[in-house]
């Protein structure tokens, strides 16, 4: 089955540590998304790419990478000079209609 | 800049009770998408449906009814007897139409709480 592939499902960072959440799809969609989401909170965009070797930055990229080598592949750095990284963090793709598919998400937590 | 306000954090209502969750937008897109997700506590982003700025017929699903009104910008969702499986959190989401990649901008969401 086609779809978005996140993981690990839950993550922990020491203070400092640079780490690296991992989003694949099969579904052969340009374009693909990161979203960062709160507690009480809706999503909000982090980074998006709409073509291998292109990415823009969303509403609140300080202290995120990403990189977009594969079409297949997103992964999105989360760097120590982010100081408040712990969230949820959503992965998503889309196709030229507008039809979005998201994954499952990765929690991360600082420890 | 486009922005989704879901007004109602919290709602709670007894299982078979009707349930309308609120939302309202702004864009400067003459089209656009509305889109409705549900998330249950599992995390995973749900999708419920996705109406067209062109289309404003109001749909029925099951249980489930979307009104959409161009002129108060607003893009209701209705569940009709409610049941304890429809506790989660929705977010009502909009997007431009065009463009190959269209930002999707959520509101922040109202948790539904079905009690039995």
């Known amino acids: 089955d086609g779809g978005i592939t996140q993981s690990p499902k839950y993550l922990f960072r020491k203070e400092g540590q640079n780490v690296t959440l991992s989003c694949e799809q099969n579904?052969?969609?340009?374009?693909m998304y990161w979203y960062r989401q709160d507690p009480g909170q809706g999503l909000r965009l982090i980074y998006y790419?709409?073509?291998?070797?292109?990415?823009q930055k969303g509403d609140i990229a300080e202290g995120y990478s990403v990189s977009r080598e594969k079409k297949e592949s997103f992964p999105l750095t989360v760097t120590s000079a982010q100081k408040n990284p712990t969230a949820f963090y959503l992965c998503?793709?889309?196709?030229?209609?507008?039809?979005?598919?998201f994954g499952s998400g990765t929690r991360l937590t600082v420890v | 800049a486009q922005k989704v306000t879901q007004a109602q954090t919290e709602i709670s209502v007894v299982e078979k009770e009707d349930v309308t969750l609120d939302c309202v937008y702004e864009?400067?897109?003459?089209?656009?998408?509305l889109f409705w997700y549900k998330q249950p506590p599992s995390g995973e982003l749900v999708f419920l449906i996705r109406r067209n700025s062109f289309d404003e017929q109001n749909e029925i699903s099951g249980r489930y009814s979307w009104n959409f009104q161009k002129s108060t910008s607003s893009f209701n969702f209705t569940i009709t007897a409610s049941q304890v499986v429809d506790s989660a959190v929705y977010f009502c989401?909009?997007?431009?139409?065009?463009?190959?990649?269209?930002?999707?901008?959520f509101g922040s969401g109202t948790q539904l709480t079905v009690l039995p």
């Open positions: 864009t400067r897109d003459t089209t656009y998408y």
């Open positions: 989401a909009l997007s431009e139409a065009g463009g190959s990649a269209r930002q999707l901008t």
């Open positions: 790419s709409q073509i291998v070797n292109d990415f």
């Open positions: 998503a793709s889309s196709t030229e209609l507008g039809s979005y598919t």
């Open positions: 579904l052969n969609h340009d374009a």
